[in-house]
C-alpha cells in the first residue's frame, strides 16, 4: 500500500517541505524555465486563501534532515541528496520513482509519526496523504497507519492542519492489492483513512494495472469506500478512461493525456463534472508526462474549459516545491489568475474524501476568502 496524503486543509504554508531552500532557482521564468519559483513570505500573501492539496504522497514528502538522521541511524551511506533524488530536468516517470529506492530503504522501519508532523507543517489547510503499501519489513502496515494518524493528530494540535489517509496499491505488486482493500475497510471510519488508490513504481510505471487490482477497485467501489487512480501520466488517454470506466475511479492522479483524445476530454471532464482531476504541475514536467511548455500545460485549457481540478504537489522530496511555489508556478508561467488557483482550492475541497462536516467546514473557509481577481 502506499501512503499518500489526498486530502489536506490547512491556514497557510510556511516553509518549504523538504526544508530546502530553492536557492538555485531560476528566477524569471520563460516559457521553458524548468526551475521552480523560489519561496518566499510575498506567496502566502499573494494567494492568501487557505489551500487544499489532494496529491501527496508522505514516502516522498520526507525531510532531507530526517533522511540523514535515518542514514545515521541504521549506518547506511549518505548520498548527496540533490544529485540523487531531486529531479532537474525533465526525463520519464520511472527516473524519477528511481529516487525511491534511495528513500525507502532509509525510512523503512521508522516510527512514521516522526516525520508526519514535520510534514504537515509545510502544507495548506486540507490534504489527501497516501500511503504506499510495503509489505516486508519490520513494521507492519497497521502499525504504519496508526503511526500516521498519530503523527496527523500531532500535526493538527501543532499546525491547525487536517489531514487524512489513502492507502495506495503498487503497480507489480498485485499480491498486496487485497491486503490494502482489507485495511482502508477496517480503518474507513477511523485512523483517518478515506479511501484507496493505486500508483506506479520504477519498474512498473506504465499503468497497466493488473486485473487483481481492478477488481480491487471494483470491491471498493461496491462498498462504497472512496477511490482514486494515478492514470493518464505514464500511460494514455486509454488509461483515465479504464479507470473511470472499469475501477470506478472519482477522481484521476494527474490525467493529462485525456487531452490526446479531444472528445473523450470533452466528455468526461468538460460536459460533465462528476470526475476530479489532481494535477501536479512541476511534476507533470519533471516525468516527462507534460511537455515543457508553461503556456501549452493542459491545466491552462482546464481552467479555461471549468473543468474540475485542483493542484498538489506530488513528491516534495523528489522535486524540492512547496505549495505555493507551485501556486506561483501556475500564476506566472502558465497563466491561470489568482481568482482561478482559488477555484482550485474550492474544487478540492469538494471532491476531498473527508466526511461531510469537515468539507463543509473548509468549503465555507474558502467562500469567504474568494478573491477579487
Known amino acids: 500500500m502506499g501512503a499518500s496524503v489526498s486530502n489536506l486543509f490547512a491556514g497557510g504554508e510556511m516553509t518549504q517541505s523538504t526544508g530546502q531552500t530553492n536557492g538555485a532557482a531560476i528566477h524569471e521564468g520563460s516559457a521553458t524555465d524548468k526551475s521552480m519559483p523560489p519561496f518566499s513570505e510575498k506567496l502566502t500573501k499573494k494567494f492568501p486563501f487557505p489551500k487544499v492539496e489532494l496529491h501527496l504522497h508522505l514516502d516522498g514528502s520526507v525531510r532531507f534532515t530526517t533522511l540523514w538522521d535515518m542514514c545515521n541511524k541504521k549506518d547506511m551511506p549518505v548520498p548527496d541528496v540533490h544529485d540523487a533524488i531531486i529531479s532537474t530536468k525533465p526525463g520519464n516517470l520511472s527516473q524519477v520513482l528511481e529516487a525511491f529506492k534511495i528513500i525507502l530503504p532509509r525510512i523503512a522501519g521508522d516510527v512514521t509519526a516522526r516525520y508526519a508532523p514535520h510534514f504537515l507543517a509545510n502544507t495548506g489547510p486540507g490534504i489527501d496523504y497516501e500511503h504506499t503499501y510495503h509489505k516486508d519489513g519490520p513494521v507492519t502496515a497497521e502499525d504504519v497507519v496508526q503511526a500516521v494518524y498519530r503523527g496527523f493528530e500531532r500535526g493538527k494540535k501543532d499546525f491547525g492542519i487536517e489531514a487524512r489517509s489513502i492507502l495506495c496499491c503498487i503497480r507489480g505488486h498485485d499480491l498486496w492489492n487485497d491486503d490494502v482493500l482489507a485495511l482502508v475497510s477496517k480503518h474507513r471510519h477511523d485512523l483517518g483513512v478515506v479511501g484507496i488508490d493505486i500508483a506506479g513504481c520504477a519498474d512498473g510505471a506504465d499503468e497497466k494495472y493488473e486485473?487483481?487490482?481492478?477488481?480491487?477497485?471494483?470491491?471498493?467501489?461496491?462498498?462504497?469506500?472512496?477511490?482514486?487512480?494515478?492514470?493518464?501520466?505514464?500511460?494514455?488517454?486509454?488509461?483515465?478512461?479504464?479507470?473511470?470506466?472499469?475501477?470506478?475511479?472519482?477522481?484521476?492522479?494527474?490525467?493529462?493525456?485525456?487531452?490526446?483524445?479531444?472528445?473523450?476530454?470533452?466528455?468526461?471532464?468538460?460536459?460533465?463534472?462528476?470526475?476530479?482531476?489532481?494535477?501536479?504541475?512541476?511534476?507533470?514536467?519533471?516525468?516527462?508526462?507534460?511537455?515543457?511548455?508553461?503556456?501549452?500545460?493542459?491545466?491552462?485549457?482546464?481552467?479555461?474549459?471549468?473543468?474540475?481540478?485542483?493542484?498538489?504537489?506530488?513528491?516534495?522530496?523528489?522535486?524540492?516545491?512547496?505549495?505555493?511555489?507551485?501556486?506561483?508556478?501556475?500564476?506566472?508561467r502558465i497563466g491561470l489568475s489568482v481568482h482561478q488557483l482559488w477555484q482550485c482550492q474550492l474544487n478540492g475541497a469538494r471532491a476531498a474524501f473527508c466526511d461531510d462536516e469537515l468539507k463543509k467546514n473548509i468549503v465555507d473557509q474558502i467562500l469567504k476568502s474568494e478573491p477579487s481577481n
Open 211 to 332: 486485473p487483481s487490482a481492478i477488481r480491487v477497485f471494483k470491491e471498493a467501489a461496491a462498498m462504497g469506500i472512496h477511490r482514486t487512480v494515478h492514470s493518464g501520466e505514464a500511460g494514455t488517454d486509454k488509461e483515465v478512461i479504464m479507470a473511470i470506466e472499469e475501477m470506478h475511479a472519482e477522481r484521476i492522479g494527474h490525467g493529462y493525456r485525456i487531452m490526446r483524445d479531444e472528445s473523450e476530454y470533452v466528455k468526461r471532464f468538460v460536459q460533465n463534472h462528476d470526475h476530479h482531476l489532481e494535477a501536479c504541475p512541476y511534476s507533470s514536467v519533471m516525468t516527462g508526462s507534460v511537455p515543457l511548455n508553461w503556456p501549452t500545460h493542459p491545466i491552462k485549457r482546464w481552467a479555461a474549459d471549468g473543468v474540475n481540478f485542483s493542484i498538489s504537489r506530488d513528491d516534495p522530496t523528489c522535486f524540492d516545491n512547496s505549495l505555493c511555489s507551485e501556486l506561483e508556478l501556475v500564476n506566472s
